[in-house]
């Protein structure tokens, strides 16, 4: 099954700035999602990522607060840009691991922002 | 899109007994149904899935069963130990195979030695 190594495991930042977060898969993949878990909730689809294409958002994400990047088959990166305290949350990747072995998660980021 | 329903929010049992978390889902179109364990501060676990073509699949202690004309699925867990303590995501796969999950509200689910 795939391994996906996350990082920054987790951060603490300042209200106003930007963290970018990465994943690693160690297999080739065709699509990686990006979730956020706010504290106590549950997992929220941000975007769906595909490679050689701009990323697609769920209903109340957008672009220009959550970039996310997908140069290779192999990598993608979410920025959470601007951020305010109400960004505070656990981001997730994923992906999807071969045709019956289900989805797989990254570690996880915890971001707390003050 | 798809929605998620997940019941109950909270369920304790004692250990030894039998735990059963309930989900529903509003896309018929949806075919694949895991469920994910999240202990405290990791990440969620894929612990056992199952697909619209199979009404029902078992793995030791845990099964699931799925009922397609309603659309609700269920997680099943026997001869439950401490250690089953977590919090319990069931989900759907709102595009077929290659699509995203959407998931339910979770079960924290809490077994009494």
């Known amino acids: 099954s795939a391994v996906i190594s996350q990082k920054p495991s987790r951060d603490i930042c300042q209200r106003g700035t930007s963290l970018t977060i990465q994943c690693q898969v160690d297999s080739q993949v065709t699509m990686m999602f990006w979730y956020r878990q706010q504290p106590g909730q549950s997992l929220t689809l941000i975007a769906t990522a595909n490679q050689g294409s701009e990323a697609t958002y769920e209903s109340g994400f957008v672009i220009d607060k959550f970039p996310i990047s997908r140069p290779n088959l192999t990598f993608s990166t979410l920025t959470v840009s601007n951020m305010s305290p109400e960004d505070s949350s656990i981001y997730l990747c994923?992906?999807?691991?071969?045709?019956?072995?289900?989805?797989?998660f990254g570690s996880g980021t915890r971001l707390t922002v003050v | 899109g798809e929605n998620v329903e997940q019941h109950p929010s909270t369920l304790s049992v004692q250990e030894g007994d039998s735990a059963v978390i309930k989900c529903t889902y509003s896309d018929s179109a949806s075919n694949y149904f895991p469920w994910y364990k999240q202990e405290l501060g990791k990440r969620p676990q894929l612990i056992i899935d199952i697909r619209s073509n199979v009404g029902e699949k078992k793995d030791q202690r845990i099964a699931v069963t799925l009922n397609k004309t309603a659309k609700h699925f269920s997680l099943h867990i026997t001869e439950t130990q401490p250690e089953d303590s977590a919090v319990y995501f069931c989900a759907a796969s709102g595009r077929g195979s290659q699509g995203n999950l959407i998931f339910g509200k979770g079960t924290k689910l809490s077994v009494k030695p």
């Open positions: 994923s992906v999807e691991v071969g045709e019956d072995g289900g989805y797989t």
